[in-house]
């Protein structure tokens, strides 16, 4: 499932070498995710490769409990690095079969096919995200009770789907950094994907460390829902449906500021009262009771600032639009003005000075004679 090669040439490149790891990348992450796959025949390896496989730290006591309850530890250092490699055997696949079909059909220049290919694998992975945690709220019951995002705190006990859902996420952001070697992106495009990526990454991190992942799964889906609608929007785009770009845009710019306050209220009702209720004066790493003063206003501070900063971007990013509409708009002025402008009736003086020097005296002196009255007619 190797990428296709966008060059001429016809000869391989060097086993190992750059352009063959490039182009092969599918294909070599694919044999080692394999390797375990097939481990999981045998008897012996089967214990080793499961832990890379299946998840870990069931916690489900099969006498009184019906549904299987999962916690973290460290063996989910395992599987998160199996999923990091099957989303970047994943990526390719999407990348190969779909948005390299449909930029052949648009004809993109450099620029854009880099962002189109950023946007739609975006897309995708937000969609599902989506998708997935809806159906874990709903599930949860976060909707009709929203004080289940900190009573029964520490939050040890994920479902499958709970705990699976992070460990994509995690795998998923750890895998945009090779992405960026794989797909060789440009150096002014990389600061953009690595701050994001790393952003996303520390944050759901975070949360599954310290148990605050009731609130996280929240905070994702909303931030989620937003930037899918910014991707699909820019995908429209790229693909000039510019009636329906204005008005994704739009909604794209009320959505955003509409988020950036329900995740800091959301926030604020869950560090700043609901844990509060029960807090503790030490954290303890064996109960994963993390409800501390000191960790709860880090946590509730680090997404305001989160929130604080992207506002700050949005609103630095539409004023340059405006700016560079009105710089636009006084040019087009300055030039259509300057179409039209008629060129001034020269005055005597100016008519003269355009004469060769010798010319210039008899002309003044035509100028300056005085008319004689004509003879009247006896």
Known sequence: MGIKRRTGATKSPPILSHEFVIANHADIVSCVAMVFVLCLLFQATSPIASMFVALQHNITDVFTSEVVHYTYGVKDLCIVFFYFLISIVMHAVIQEYLLDKVNRKLHLSKIKHSKFNESGQLLIFFIIS??????????????????????????????????FYFIIQISYWLHAFPELYFQKVKRDEMGARITYATLYGIFFTAAYALNFTRIAICLSILHYSVEALFHLSRLLYFADKLQIVNYSFKLWNVLFVLVRLGSITLSVL????????????QF?????????????????????????????????????RMREKAAEAAALRKKSAGGVRKKPKKTEKEDVSELPEVDQNTNKGLIHRPNKASPKVK
């Not at 009709?144 to 705990?163: C, G, N, Q, R, V």
């Not at 994963?288 to 946590?299: A, E, K, L, V, Y």
């Open 270 to 281: 869950t560090f700043w009262y609901g844990l509060a209720t029960h807090q503790t004066t």
């Open 130 to 163: 989506i998708a997935w945690a809806s159906e874990i709220i709903r599930r949860e019951g976060y909707l009709t009770s929203i004080s289940k995002l900190w009573a029964d705190y520490p939050h040890l006990e994920m479902t499958y789907l709970f705990k």
């Open 284 to 320: 303890n790493v064996a109960e994963g009771n993390f409800n501390t003063q000191i960790i709860r206003i880090n946590c509730l501070a680090a997404v305001c600032l989160l929130e604080a900063w992207m506002m700050w971007n949005f609103i630095n990013f539409h004023l340059r």
